[in-house]
């Protein structure tokens, strides 16, 4: 892949527009990079972003293992999100909440 960089010392004038759906896919992304958790299987795919002008605020619902420590699960959600995003649009993230909606039980039962 082939890595572009900015270079400020240029004249050439632009404008780079993301579609709100782009940042959900990211978000998606991010979430799956983290063990023991996945999103809920709703109509807005448990994510919702608001975009605010000190940055992105988002709400993220989702279904974790039942083995799992539910408050270092979330932050690692948060770091993977703020990572992800940030790193890939020009977007900031100003913060996630993280909705635990559902555990997965190894029997396969749910609550």
Known sequence: MAHMRHDPTTTQKGKITYNPNIVSGIVALAINEVDGVSLL????KGVKLNF??????ADISVKVDS??????LAFKIQQ???????SMTKYKVAKVDVHIQDVNFPDGTAI
């Open 41 to 44: 299987n709703t109509k807005n």
């Open 67 to 72: 083995d799992c420590n539910v408050s270092s």
């Open 52 to 57: 605010e002008k000190q940055g992105i605020v």
């Open 80 to 86: 993977s999100i703020k990572h992800n995003v940030e």
